[in-house]
């Protein structure tokens, strides 16, 4: 954490511009030995967040390798809190490729993967949820997964779980307190303890439920259409993307493997999967098509059970309902263009239970906003404003589960009127649960997993 480190930080390929950055203590000095400004004069002794034309040249011969623009970033004012030199210099893999050799041996270590973000974390500019946060911004599939990264990145979830901590270390000094002085201080009433136990711990369990939907927006929901053969599916499946992407024809049996796509649908990021048309049949290509359907039906969050309007229910649809069961699922009446009364609604509850009913037309878009609607209203919707936190991070909410779990022993210790020594160590627990989520008590294991994600110039 003390060597200089440099990286290509645009993605790879042709464009307008590619950039190399650099940050460390020997940043500048290892600038200065590959870039020759056009003006005369020390850039390097000048203020930060200044930028400089110039070249780029090979320091041992002297050749010019490209004309760039540098700009110096001084520590702490960046983004790893050290010296940071960013050069800006043409695309092209060739371009960069040549600046960033010439800066490698320029005295330069290659950067790891994610290194230059762990840097800020370990420098303390961020914590390990904003650190998280980075990488979700760059894998957003919509708007609004974006905006529940950049809460994130602001410190807006990080803030909450600081301050949960700050609530348990206040008990637990009381607590400590108590015992190692007992005829100073006085032993907490039990009655507060526990009210003040089960306050903490109601709030960690409010930031748990918002995991779910706070998942779906950071990984997408996974929407699995399913049906008997030519009931619509590949049909619908086109409808929700807007696009012509699954073959659609009047012969039975059509689609033979899972077609997916990413789609945004009300603003969440789905995964949209068609599948084979569930029947008994001799074609051993559709019986995998099929069997592959249902691995699908038992990975998929929302299963789309698509009806035809026209046929009515038989003995096709009880068998896609009977592989559905359990899951959340929303039925779809489809081709209601050509038998407007569709299907009965006593008929449809006979089927599939009490769940949300669309009645659409994928040939002719009747009804598919409102399948849209139907998914959204299944996971819920996300707070306004990003100013409350959200669990996005399957690592978070096991953090917050144990740390949940810890409290609700405490509790029971209190109630049981427990020595509060043991008390205590059910608070430690929670503790450093909770620190796991920020990096504060975090191990080393899961800091080299975290990073490991990232790309290498990041």
Request: contains cysteine.
């Amino acid at each position: 954490m003390f060597d200089t480190i440099a990286a290509i930080a645009t993605p790879p390929g042709e464009g307008g511009i590619g950039i190399i950055r650099v940050s460390g203590p020997e940043a500048l000095e290892v600038a200065g030995r590959v870039f020759r400004a056009a003006r005369a004069g020390d850039w390097a002794e000048k203020p930060g967040y200044r930028m400089y034309y110039g070249h780029v040249v090979d320091a041992a011969s002297g050749e010019v390798i490209d004309e760039v623009l540098l700009s110096v970033m001084r520590a702490p004012h960046s983004y790893t809190r050290e010296d940071v030199v960013e050069i800006n210099c043409h695309g092209g893999w060739m371009a960069v490729s040549r600046v960033l050799q010439a800066v490698l041996k320029a005295g330069a270590r290659l950067a790891e993967p994610g290194e230059f973000t762990r840097r800020a974390f370990v420098n303390g500019r961020i914590d390990l949820t904003q650190a998280e946060a980075v990488l979700d911004i760059i894998r957003s599939k919509t708007r609004e997964s974006m905006d529940v990264a950049v809460s994130q990145l602001r410190g807006v979830l990080g803030a909450g779980v600081e301050k949960l901590r700050e609530e348990l270390v206040a008990v637990q000094a009381e607590i400590e307190g108590s015992i190692d002085f007992p005829e100073d201080v006085g032993a907490p009433a039990a009655d507060e303890l526990r009210a003040r136990l089960q306050r903490i711990g109601d709030d960690i369990e409010k930031l748990v439920a918002t995991s779910e939907t706070g998942r779906v927006y950071r990984e997408g929901l996974a929407v699995v259409i399913v049906g008997k053969p030519n009931v619509g599916k590949s049909s619908l499946l086109n409808a929700l993307l807007g696009e012509e992407r699954a073959l659609v024809t009047a012969v039975p049996g059509t689609t033979r493997d899972v077609i997916e796509e990413m789609a945004r649908i009300g603003g969440i990021p789905v995964r949209l999967a068609d599948t084979a048309g569930v029947r008994e049949t001799g074609d051993i290509v559709e019986r995998m098509g099929i069997e592959l359907a249902r691995r699908k039906i038992g990975e998929a969050d929302v299963v789309l059970l698509v009806l035809d309007a026209v046929q009515g229910i038989d003995a096709g649809d009880r068998e896609a309902a009977a592989l559905t069961e359990g899951k959340r699922r929303i039925v779809v009446v489809n081709k209601i263009d050509l038998a407007p009364e569709g299907i009965p609604g006593e008929a449809v509850r006979e089927l599939a239970g009490d769940v949300p009913v669309v009645r659409a037309s994928a040939k002719d878009g009747t009804g598919i906003a409102d399948v849209g609607e139907a998914i959204g209203n299944v996971i819920g919707r996300l707070p306004a404003g990003g100013e409350t936190p959200v669990v996005t991070n399957v690592r978070h909410r096991a953090a917050l589960e144990r740390a949940a779990e810890c409290i609700r022993d405490a509790v029971g210790g209190v109630e049981k009127g427990l020595p509060l020594d043991i008390v205590a160590v059910d608070l430690y627990g929670a503790l450093h649960a909770l620190g796991e989520i920020t990096g504060v008590t975090a191990d080393e294991e899961i800091i080299d997993r975290i990073f490991a994600e990232f790309c290498v110039g990041k």
